[in-house]
Nanobody, 118 residues
């Protein structure tokens, strides 16, 4: 079983930046594809960004391309989401999740709130 703990959320003004971190337990972190999702009030949870096991391949939703950067440090069992040029529409609870190679994200963190004020 994998435990994921997010941190780094908070309140920021539009145009500002935040860096989210997700620390994973276990010794097989490098075998997981990792993803960041977000869920705004009244909306479905959506994939924001994902990163391959080695970090060599990444995916971004169109809404965050050019503003967000996902990265990982397998030595620290941690995945990051650098968020720049934040907009009020980025306000949501952000979750990290792990995919063991099945194509489905099985383990989820508890989420961290990001609020962007205009």
């Amino acid at each position: 079983q994998v435990q994921l703990v997010e941190s780094g959320g908070g309140l920021v003004q539009a145009g500002g930046s935040l860096r989210l971190s997700c620390a994973a337990s276990g010794r097989t972190f490098s075998s997981y594809v990792m993803g960041w999702f977000r869920q705004a009030p009244g909306k479905e949870r959506k994939l924001v960004a994902s990163i391959s096991r080695t970090g060599g391949s990444t995916y971004y939703a169109d809404s965050v391309k050019g503003r967000f950067t996902i990265s990982r440090d397998n030595a620290k069992n941690t995945v990051y989401l650098q968020m720049n040029s934040l907009k009020p529409e980025d306000t949501a609870v952000y979750y990290c999740a792990s995919d063991e190679g099945t194509g489905k994200y099985r383990y989820w963190g508890q989420g961290t709130q990001v609020t962007v004020s205009s």
